[in-house]
Structure formats: C-alpha cells, structure tokens
C-alpha cells in the first residue's frame, strides 16, 4: 500500500507511439495537411515550406485524438535559414482510416545549424490543459525533437526531478507529450528533457523554460559608464 502524495500530477498520460513512419497515401495525406497551414504563414517566414524535407516524429495519443509533429525546411529565402515545425492531429477508432485531420505550424529562424553548441534540437506546443483541484494545473505539451549528440536511444520528460513521460529514439527522433508549467505545488514547476546512452548515462539536458537573460537597468547602466571616466 503506498499512502497518498504531495504532487499528484499525471505520469505517463498519452499512448505511445503506435504506428511506424508514415508513408504512401498515408503520407501525402499528411503532408497536404501540413503544408497547407505553413502556406498562410510563407510571407511572413520569408519563404515556402520545402515538401521535400519535411520530416514526421514519433505519433503520441491523448484526449481522444493523435498527434504526429513535423519539421521542414522553408525554401531558401532573403531572409536566409527557415524552418517551419509544428504537427497534425486527427482522430481514428480502431482500424478504421484517420479522420477529421487538423493540422498546426509555425516558423522559426533560430535553427540548429546556426546553433552548434545544441544538444538537442527542440520543439514544444501546448494541446491541451490539466486542472486540479485548489486552481492547479499545468499546460498538457508535445515535445518533439532530434538528439545531436551521438549514443541517445531514449528521452525522457522530467519535472520536478520525477520521469513523467519517456520514449525510444528512434532514426533519430522523439515524441514526448506531458504537463509543463504546473501552478499551485509550491514553486512553479517545469520541464527537463533528457537524453540517455545504451548505459543510461545522461547525455544532455533542456529545459522548457524559456528564461531571458538579465540586463543592468538604465540608471544602473549610466552609473557603470560613468564610473568608468573618473
């Protein structure tokens, strides 16, 4: 018997992955969707989604509908190195063909090729919302992502040090889906992901807080520049 805890948030709440990449129809089907939400975004990105270099993660299931995410290269642009993400979801009872597909992106110009100080390259939307009782909750996230470090087979999602979601690397690719931001457990809680080796050894760490970095006031800025001309 274990008696109750002090953090009841959810551990382990999607499937895991249940199909092995997409291809033929299944895919066009896929990537139809996909580019057809990147296309209103094309101006604003500089340039159009490349088809030919998009790439789909891991599928993860959770309330009722699966969610397969994606990344692809925009073509190149003026802007220079484009890289749309985001992912498809649909429904599907039993055997029968996916239905009602939804497809959601976005575009950044931060990528891991400008980067190569990256340990994992990495992706996150939230899809969803977790409520407790006291007004606390989280935010249910997908996490997709690439290792770039040689020797991961497996990630996991961590929050407040406890594994709440895990899943194989597999041809070089994860999917994660838990609840970020927790509220009302003391401190604010957030997410690790993290890469293990064959011997489970860690191999890199990110966290899904995004935090800027501090910069000195105005009127402390003055202060320091003039103490530099006396």
Known sequence: MSPPIARPFPRFMSDTAQEPKPYGEWLQRLTDAFAAACEPLAEEAGAALDRETLRFFPDRSWGGRT????????????????????YVHFTRAGDEEPRDLVADADFTDVTAADNPDWEIDLNDAVV??????????????????TPLVRGA???????????????????GRFSLLAVDAVHGFDDELFLDVKLWDRRLNQLA?????????????????????????S
């Not at 969803?128 to 992502?145: C, K, M, Y």
């Not at 760490?205 to 001309?229: H, I, Q």
């Open 128 to 145: 969803g919302e977790w409520r407790a009782d006291g007004g606390r909750g989280g935010e249910v996230t997908l996490i997709w992502g």
């Open 67 to 86: 969610y397969l995410p994606a990344v692809g290269r925009a073509f190149e642009g003026e802007a220079g190195a484009t890289e749309y993400f985001g």
């Open 153 to 171: 087979i497996a990630a996991t999602a961590e929050l407040g040090s406890e594994v709440v979601d895990q899943a194989a690397v597999n041809d």
């Open 205 to 229: 760490s990110e966290s899904l807080y995004d935090s800027e970095p501090e910069t000195a006031p105005p009127a402390e800025a003055e202060t320091a520049a003039g103490s530099d001309d």
